[in-house]
């Protein structure tokens, strides 16, 4: 049985740092016993549940790269910080990137942490067929993908959100079209949620003296199931896939490789709709 928060709680105590003390079957167990609009508000009280890494930082910045291992909460982090911008400004636009349309629906906005959970209040229409988002302050939200770079071609945002961007086949073109877009307001600025993978895209933009990294790894979001986290850390700890999925680095090429994704990158041609193949005709390969 829970124990009864009476017993345990001095009247100076911040409910939420309690909360988040708790392991998280009792944590669940704590908020079922709260009446709804007590529930409500402890739920958009984002900053103080967001974990260190999830929260924008301060500063001139064009690009937040969220750069961390699988749960650790980026999209969560991503859909907060978009919905702040809707929240607090003119109607705006909006472009969400994800890898396929597929993701950018069922992660970015259809997703237990995308807009629908995150910005519901702000929604008044969602329509699939189109991929566009409408909200009650006149922004509008419309999904792209990473492998249709000419369609970024022409559209005009305040912001973006990227997701996955280490999955996207036409990184490089996407990111470009992307940011020759990005020129709406006073202070265009883009997020990138992301499990790095290889590839000099990512890194590229990492280096821009303009762009912020914030992050970690899987181990750091204290909402994750403790049983969960203990097993992919027995069975992928140390190794290179457990380096990139858990702790979110962003690994060299495999050593002694043949092909590297950046020597491919180098020998992609152009076409007319933007898209890179390569010299015998194939598609371009996956950033």
Same mark, same amino acid.
């Given at each position: 049985?829970?124990?009864?928060?009476?017993?345990?709680?001095?009247?100076?105590?911040?409910?939420?740092?309690?909360?988040?003390?708790?392991?998280?079957?009792?944590?669940?167990?704590?908020? !079922?016993?709260?009446?709804? &609009?007590? @529930?409500?508000? +402890?739920? =958009?009280?984002?900053?103080?549940?967001?974990? /260190?890494? %999830? #929260?924008?930082?301060?500063?001139?910045?064009?690009?937040?790269?969220?750069?961390?291992?699988?749960?650790?909460?980026?999209?969560?982090?991503?859909?907060?910080?978009?919905?702040?911008?809707?929240?607090?400004?003119?109607?705006?636009?909006?472009?969400?990137?994800?890898?396929?349309?597929?993701?950018?629906?069922?992660?970015?906005?259809?997703?237990?942490?995308?807009?629908?959970?995150?910005? !519901?209040?702000?929604?008044? &229409?969602? @329509?699939?067929? +189109?991929? =566009?988002?409408?909200?009650?302050?006149?922004? /509008?939200? %419309? #999904?792209?993908?990473?492998?249709?770079?000419?369609?970024?071609?022409?559209?005009?945002?305040?912001?973006?959100?990227?997701?996955?961007?280490?999955?996207?086949?036409?990184?490089?073109?996407?990111?470009?079209?992307?940011?020759?877009?990005?020129?709406?307001?006073?202070?265009?600025?883009?997020?990138?949620?992301?499990?790095?993978?290889?590839?000099?895209?990512?890194?590229?933009?990492?280096?821009?003296?303009?762009?912020?990294?914030?992050?970690?790894?899987?181990?750091?979001?204290?909402?994750?199931?403790?049983?969960?986290?203990?097993?992919?850390?027995?069975?992928?700890?140390?190794?290179?896939?457990?380096?990139?999925?858990?702790?979110?680095?962003?690994?060299?090429?495999?050593?002694?490789?043949?092909?590297?994704?950046?020597?491919?990158?180098?020998?992609?041609?152009?076409?007319?709709?933007?898209?890179?193949?390569?010299?015998?005709?194939?598609?371009?390969?996956?950033?």
């Amino acid at each position: 049985m829970f124990p009864r928060p009476e017993r345990l709680l001095a009247r100076d105590t911040d409910p939420v740092a309690y909360l988040r003390s708790l392991p998280p079957e009792w944590r669940h167990a704590a908020l !079922g016993m709260l009446g709804e &609009e007590l @529930r409500d508000g +402890l739920e =958009r009280a984002w900053d103080a549940w967001a974990h /260190e890494g %999830q #929260l924008a930082p301060a500063g001139e910045w064009s690009t937040w790269v969220i750069k961390a291992g699988r749960g650790f909460g980026k999209t969560r982090a991503g859909a907060e910080w978009l919905t702040a911008r809707i929240a607090g400004q003119a109607p705006l636009k909006i472009a969400l990137v994800g890898a396929t349309l597929d993701d950018a629906r069922r992660v970015m906005v259809e997703g237990v942490s995308g807009l629908l959970a995150v910005a !519901g209040d702000w929604i008044v &229409e969602w @329509r699939p067929s +189109l991929g =566009r988002l409408r909200f009650r302050t006149g922004a /509008e939200a %419309q #999904l792209f993908t990473g492998h249709t770079p000419h369609l970024l071609r022409g559209p005009e945002h305040h912001y973006a959100w990227c997701d996955e961007l280490a999955k996207w086949e036409c990184a490089q073109e996407c990111w470009d079209m992307l940011q020759l877009g990005l020129r709406l307001g006073g202070n265009p600025q883009a997020v990138v949620t992301t499990t790095p993978g290889s590839g000099p895209v990512l890194r590229q933009i990492m280096d821009d003296p303009a762009t912020v990294v914030t992050g970690g790894p899987t181990r750091a979001n204290p909402h994750l199931a403790a049983a969960w986290k203990r097993r992919v850390e027995r069975l992928y700890a140390g190794t290179r896939l457990g380096r990139q999925e858990l702790d979110g680095e962003l690994l060299p090429g495999a050593a002694g490789a043949l092909w590297t994704v950046e020597l491919i990158e180098k020998c992609r041609i152009p076409t007319r709709n933007g898209e890179g193949t390569h010299p015998e005709g194939g598609g371009g390969a996956p950033s």
